[in-house]
């Protein structure tokens, strides 16, 4: 069983800054590709940015400048610094991963975790 756990969610201030973490835990060989998606009240769950196992990376461009994805594949978890946060970013943060098991490459979410922008 594979599970994904988003943590660093809650309130900030405009301007702000908050750090999310996503640490893959169970059975399995390797992750390929990570993610952070988003998902604002009332509309689609967007990808905010992406992360292949070598470090490259890719960010929506209402992000790219603002958002720095990362992460640390000796401890399986995947970082969003995410800085200069406005009120547009106000939504629940999913980790997605592309994950090797048994031969077999599975994509994963995580239950999310809430970010609110508001002064």
């Known amino acids: 069983q594979v599970q994904l756990v988003e943590s660093g969610g809650g309130l900030v201030q405009p301007g702000g800054s908050l750090r999310l973490s996503c640490a893959a835990s169970g059975n399995f060989f390797s992750i390929n590709i990570m993610r952070w998606y988003r998902q604002a009240p009332g509309l689609q769950r967007e990808v905010a940015a992406t992360?292949?196992?070598?470090?490259?990376?890719t960010y929506a461009e209402s992000v790219k400048g603002r958002f720095t994805i990362s992460r640390d594949n000796a401890k399986n978890t995947v970082y969003l610094q995410m800085n200069r946060l406005q009120p547009e970013d106000t939504a629940d943060y999913f980790c997605?991963?592309?994950?090797?098991?048994?031969?077999?490459?599975?994509?994963?979410w995580g239950q999310g975790t809430q970010v609110t922008v508001s002064s």
């Open positions: 997605n991963a592309d994950i090797w098991i048994g031969g077999r490459l599975s994509n994963y």
């Open positions: 992360i292949t196992r070598d470090g490259v990376t």
